[in-house]
């Protein structure tokens, strides 16, 4: 049986910290337990197979698969007979929720095995082990969160982070065309997805933003008409005048008069 352990200091680190890593290749019928451990640990098969058992469930893995045990909890685990399974495994203490697709017990993504596969560079690393670590279980965190949200939290992100670059980038160039292609989303898909949440078109959202962001400058401190129509994403002045008026009645000039 060959085991690897890699060697981690406890750094304590408040919300994830690392305390075990390292990797073994089982024998025949190798086990584990029954036993448990006073903190999370995930096992990610690399090559053969085995069985997993907890809450009186045995769950058979492949590679490409890990399964989830959590602090206090009794397990058992066991290497195939024939293709005993070659592992990887990490431990750390957590004072943060858990994604909660660790209930499933088995996870199986192909950007796991990216991620565990980067574990075989500690071994040349001096210094920084645990914070090194620490930063893939956070992106092993950060991916399962991301598959777990559902389809309605997935378009609901979309909509608020649409506004966001709206609110924050409206004296840009901007154009719905550039907001769809960064959220990875087809424009016409995108603006009926945005119509539904919000009453209106992104193109009419971005428009009244510019405008009333406009009239404000106009009236709290005292733009020129031009100053104002650069300030809010309009290189043209005459576009600006148009659409200005169009919305209020009034041209920016009349409306900054009135007020």
Same mark, same amino acid.
């Given at each position: 049986?060959?085991?690897e352990?890699?060697l981690l200091?406890?750094?304590?680190f408040v919300d994830?910290?690392p305390?075990?890593?390292?990797k073994? &290749?089982?024998?025949p019928?190798h086990?584990?337990?029954?036993?448990?451990? /006073? #903190?999370? *640990?995930l096992? #990610?098969?690399?090559?053969?197979?085995?069985?997993?058992?907890? /809450?009186d469930?045995t769950?058979s893995?492949? +590679?490409?698969?890990?399964f989830?045990?959590?602090?206090y909890?009794l397990t058992y #685990?066991?290497?195939?007979?024939e293709?005993?399974?070659h592992?990887i495994?990490? %431990?750390? @203490?957590?004072?943060? +929720?858990? +994604?909660?697709?660790?209930?499933?017990?088995?996870?199986?993504?192909?950007? *796991?095995?990216?991620?565990?596969?980067?574990?075989?560079?500690?071994m040349?690393? @001096?210094? %920084?082990?645990?914070?090194?670590?620490?930063?893939?279980?956070?992106?092993?965190?950060?991916?399962? /969160?991301?598959r777990?949200?559902?389809?309605e !939290?997935?378009v609901?992100?979309?909509?608020e982070?649409?506004?966001?670059?709206?609110? !924050?980038e409206?004296?840009?160039?901007l154009?719905?065309?550039e907001?769809?292609?960064r *959220?990875? =989303?087809?424009r016409?898909?995108f603006?009926?997805?945005f119509?539904?949440?919000?009453?209106i078109?992104?193109q &009419?959202? =971005? =428009? !009244?933003?510019?405008l009333?962001k406009a009239a404000?400058? =106009?009236?709290?401190?005292?733009y020129?008409v031009?100053?104002a129509? *650069?300030?809010?994403?309009y290189s043209?002045?005459?576009?600006f005048s148009?659409?200005?008026?169009?919305?209020?009645?009034?041209?920016p000039?009349?409306y900054q008069?009135?007020?």
């Amino acid at each position: 049986m060959d085991i690897e352990n890699f060697l981690l200091q406890n750094r304590k680190f408040v919300d994830i910290n690392p305390l075990v890593c390292g990797k073994q &290749q089982c024998d025949p019928c190798h086990s584990f337990g029954p036993a448990s451990r /006073d #903190y999370y *640990l995930l096992h #990610y098969v690399i090559s053969g197979t085995g069985t997993f058992t907890a /809450d009186d469930k045995t769950y058979s893995l492949k +590679p490409g698969e890990c399964f989830v045990i959590f602090p206090y909890e009794l397990t058992y #685990y066991e290497a195939d007979a024939e293709s005993p399974w070659h592992y990887i495994w990490i %431990g750390f @203490e957590c004072r943060i +929720p858990v +994604p909660k697709v660790f209930s499933e017990r088995i996870l199986s993504f192909r950007q *796991l095995d990216e991620i565990f596969t980067r574990l075989d560079n500690m071994m040349n690393m @001096e210094t %920084g082990r645990e914070a090194f670590l620490c930063s893939q279980i956070w992106e092993i965190f950060s991916f399962l /969160d991301s598959r777990n949200e559902s389809s309605e !939290n997935r378009v609901k992100t979309y909509i608020e982070q649409a506004i966001s670059c709206i609110e !924050n980038e409206y004296m840009m160039e901007l154009s719905v065309q550039e907001i769809a292609d960064r *959220l990875n =989303l087809n424009r016409s898909y995108f603006s009926t997805l945005f119509k539904l949440h919000t009453g209106i078109s992104p193109q &009419q959202y =971005l =428009l !009244n933003f510019r405008l009333n962001k406009a009239a404000f400058l =106009l009236q709290k401190h005292n733009y020129s008409v031009t100053q104002a129509a *650069l300030s809010t994403g309009y290189s043209d002045v005459f576009t600006f005048s148009k659409m200005f008026k169009k919305k209020f009645g009034v041209s920016p000039l009349t409306y900054q008069k009135q007020k």
